[in-house]
């Protein structure tokens, strides 16, 4: 299982001069921290734009540097040695490219004003457009990893389905935070769990990334609603699945408040795709190292 990387993920030396910020930085070393945490190897990716231009750089657009008959077979060189690595070892999880960059950027990219058209614009930098097979991921929604998931949890039933949603996102390389695994959540603990359990959970909302909350049901489960509702109120991404079809009004799925601060999805495949998710994971068998690997680049 393994990733190929943006080398300046791994290296930010090696970006323009002026451009990289303490938020890319911390958002590269929680990317890095991922790959390890669910052991996923990291090869970086040679930077077409340090090959070209040199380290000691500044910044520019496609259009303004690297519009030349010279770098584009630079491209080519650079693109064979990559499909033989995925032709030997097998596709990999994803690209880990920078979005902005005019060569690995992954949903914008600095290519350079034409006529009308803006220097930034959406799509994959001229590298990673020779991969559009491979999915890519912006090293910022990558960092992003650390779920907690809120659910009603008081019948087998609902625990059951809370831990598949749980195991599922695991196995796409989520961090996630499930309160039935942490707390003693019987109807006769004691009472001074409450407060533990209550800071506890608080502490975790903080922590996370995304909320998932899972609101089927005539209506939301009230703790889950007031999940929901800190979480909102922090500024995090609240992401909410509801597979029950019943409707509470004829515009709203659930109740409007919750509908309005969360994106609701109605099925396990559309939560996968709204929190970023990279396909279940795999270990390709004989797979080379990733020392072997890396020398070729």
């Not at 919750?258 to 939560?271: F, G, I, N, P, Y």
């Not at 795709?273 to 990279?278: I, S």
């Amino acid at each position: 299982m393994y990733v190929l990387c943006s080398p300046c993920i791994l290296s930010p030396s090696l970006r323009a001069k002026g451009i990289t910020r303490p938020a890319d930085i911390a958002a590269f070393a929680r990317s890095i921290g991922r790959c390890r945490k669910f052991k996923i190897e990291v090869i970086p990716l040679p930077c077409p734009e340090t090959l070209y231009l040199g380290p000691d750089r500044e910044p520019g657009t496609f259009l303004e540097r690297l519009n030349t008959p010279e770098f584009a077979v630079l491209l080519d060189e650079l693109s064979v040695k990559v499909n033989d690595i995925v032709k030997e070892r097998g596709p990999p999880l994803c690209i880990l490219g920078v979005n902005s960059s005019p060569t690995c950027g992954v949903t914008a990219t600095y290519y350079g004003a034409e006529g009308d058209k803006p220097a930034k614009r959406a799509g994959r930098g001229v590298f990673y457009a020779r991969f559009q097979e491979i999915p890519a991921r912006d090293v910022y929604a990558f960092s992003r990893y650390r779920i907690y998931l809120a659910g009603p949890l008081f019948s087998e039933a609902e625990r059951t389905y809370n831990a598949a949603i749980a195991e599922d996102l695991r196995s796409r390389c989520f961090d996630v935070f499930l309160p039935q695994e942490t707390g003693d959540n019987r109807a006769v603990r004691e009472k001074n769990k409450n407060a533990q359990i209550c800071q506890c959970n608080k502490q975790a909302i903080r922590d996370a990334d995304i909320i998932v909350a899972i609101i089927d049901g005539a209506d939301a489960d009230s703790g889950t609603a007031w999940e929901m509702g800190y979480a909102s109120a922090l500024g995090k991404t609240v992401i909410a699945l509801r597979t029950d079809f019943r409707l509470i009004g004829s515009h709203e799925r659930v109740n409007l408040m919750l509908e309005q601060s969360s994106k609701v999805v109605t099925s396990k495949e559309a939560l996968f795709a709204a929190v970023g998710a990279l396909p279940t994971t795999y270990e390709p068998e004989d797979k080379p190292s990733l020392q072997s690997l890396g020398s070729r680049l």
